[in-house]
Nanobody, 111 residues
Framework: QVQLVESGGGLVQPGGSLRLSCVAS????????MKWYRQAPGKEREWVAD???????GYADSVKGRFTISRDNARNTMTLQMNSLKPEDTAVYYC?????WGQGTQVTVSS
């Protein structure tokens, strides 16, 4: 069955960096667009970034220039490099494929 397993979250100070990973299984990873979403406390889930099967990327305005999405099709892995983190980036980050969501990984940006 489809599995999406995120890792890499944690507590970081403003201005710091984190690298999230998502390992996918149960489908042909290399053939599909993959996405990152996030949900902050008390807010709706929002799209963060996505990457197509050919490597084209898209970013929400709120993270453009600070976050970088990438994929390694040989390892069925997608990553999100997050730099210059801000307190408003605090959220649970989810790896998404089609209608499938991972369990999420918590990112907290605080001094």
């Amino acid at each position: 069955q489809v599995q999406l397993v995120e890792s890499g979250g944690g507590l970081v100070q403003p201005g710091g960096s984190l690298r999230l990973s998502c390992v996918a299984s149960g489908f042909t990873f290399s053939s599909y667009t993959m996405k990152w979403y996030r949900q902050a406390p008390g807010k709706e889930r929002e799209w963060v970034a996505d990457i197509t099967s050919s490597g084209n990327t898209g970013y929400a305005d709120s993270v453009k220039g600070r976050f970088t999405i990438s994929r390694d099709n040989a390892r069925n892995t997608m990553t999100l490099q997050m730099n210059s983190l801000k307190p408003e980036d605090t959220a649970v980050y989810y790896c998404v494929w089609a209608a499938y969501w991972g369990q999420g990984t918590q990112v907290t940006v605080s001094s």
